[in-house]
């Protein structure tokens, strides 16, 4: 009996061993499975991504051909100037007892800027006038001499010689009276240019002296810009100066100024500059809100000619290989290369452009960057612009 039981224990013990072994099998076969359909599914996204990307611009990165009006400008650079500006001087030696206005403010013209002590022309003018009524006094006593001599030579009672003494004493109290009236009128005016006045309206730009200050003839006081009309001086190119004529328009831009001012030509210097050997040329231009100062660093353009209604592209849209030009265009979304005629140079805006007389029509979308050797045929897109 215990024989028997041992025997069924190895057959249960074996069959266990075959069933776990099938179930052990059928478990591994299992990642086999999926793992096979995973890469079977896997092959077609493989082919597809083996498909190119278009190649992608940005809105700033293309082009789109319209009409615009193009310039052929010539570029000038300089500092302002005040067409009027005058430095008021002492115009006699005195100490100065006081300055009415500072740096920055405005004067018209006439209105009292300086004023220097006085008591030594004062004393000047006293004294002239006291030489000035002593010579009328002695002028008056040889008016009477002379008129009773004239009486007296008449009837015979003096000499001719008399007489002739007499008008002399005259014409010489005459003379003094003169000179004493000259004198006077010397030391007055000396007393007056005590007194400064503006010569111009305008703003006080230097103060080159302080009250108390001992100055002498022709010293400096201040300086004063009339700020209503300014001027830029730009030296020309002598082979361009014949390019410019007086009345042509000029575009300046001001550092530190957003806005554009619009000058003239006003005056050719009709000699060039030693050096250089260019030719000055001087723009005026209008600044009635006194937004321009004098010493501001101006750009101008001066226009030379204009051309509306030109098809005119950025210059970096342009190749040129062996003496040919050519745009890449974007046509259906797909690169093609174009060839194209050029033109005149110029600017529409501040943008430097090239005409293109023949090749492209209006409403193209032209690639402006240089992306080196673009394929024809190359499939492309333009990314949304981020602003909308």
Do not use: C
């Not at 006080?204 to 700020?227: C, F």
């Amino acid at each position: 009996m215990r024989k028997r039981t041992i025997i069924i224990i190895v057959v249960l013990l074996v069959a266990a061993a075959v069933a776990g072994r099938f179930w052990f099998k059928a478990k591994t076969a299992e990642p086999n499975v999926s793992a096979t359909g995973s890469s079977s599914s896997a092959a077609p996204a493989t082919a597809k991504s083996t498909t190119p990307a278009p190649l992608e611009f940005l809105p700033t990165e293309v082009f789109t051909t319209e009409p615009a009006e193009l310039r052929q400008v010539m570029l000038l650079t300089g500092s302002l100037r005040a067409v009027d500006q005058v430095i008021v001087k002492a115009k006699v030696a005195a100490e100065i007892r006081a300055i009415t206005v500072r740096e920055g403010e405005a004067v018209k013209a006439g209105q009292v800027v300086v004023k220097l002590d006085t008591a030594e022309y004062d004393a000047r003018v006293a004294q002239a006038r006291g030489n000035l009524n002593n010579a009328r006094a002695q002028f008056e006593i040889a008016v009477k001499t002379r008129d009773n001599n004239l009486a007296l030579v008449e009837k015979g009672f003096i000499s001719k010689n008399a007489f002739d003494n007499s008008a002399s004493q005259y014409a010489a109290a005459k003379a003094n009276v003169d000179a004493a009236q000259a004198a006077l009128d010397i030391v007055q005016k000396s007393l007056n240019d005590t007194i400064s006045r503006a010569p111009i309206s305008g703003l006080v730009s230097v103060r080159h002296a302080q009250p108390g200050e001992k100055v002498a003839t022709d010293a400096r006081l201040l300086d004063i810009v009339n700020l209503q009309r300014l001027e830029l001086e730009a030296a020309v190119p002598s082979k361009e100066i014949a390019q410019v004529v007086i009345g042509q328009k000029v575009e300046l831009r001001l550092e530190g100024l957003p806005q554009r001012f619009e000058g003239k030509v006003v005056r050719i210097n009709p000699a060039t500059q030693a050096g250089s050997r260019s030719v000055p040329v001087y723009v005026q231009v209008a600044n009635p809100q006194n937004l321009l100062r004098v010493g501001m660093f101006a750009d101008g353009r001066l226009l030379l000619s204009s051309k509306s209604g030109a098809m005119a592209l950025p210059q970096s849209a342009v190749r040129t290989v062996n003496g040919g030009s050519f745009v890449f265009v974007i046509v259906n979304n797909k690169v093609e290369r174009i060839p194209v005629t050029l033109g005149s140079s110029g600017v529409v805006g501040d943008e430097p452009r090239i005409e293109i007389t023949s090749g492209l029509d209006f409403g193209a979308q032209v690639i402006r960057t240089d992306m080196g050797n673009l394929i024809p045929g190359t499939v492309v897109r333009i990314a949304a612009n981020p602003n909308r």
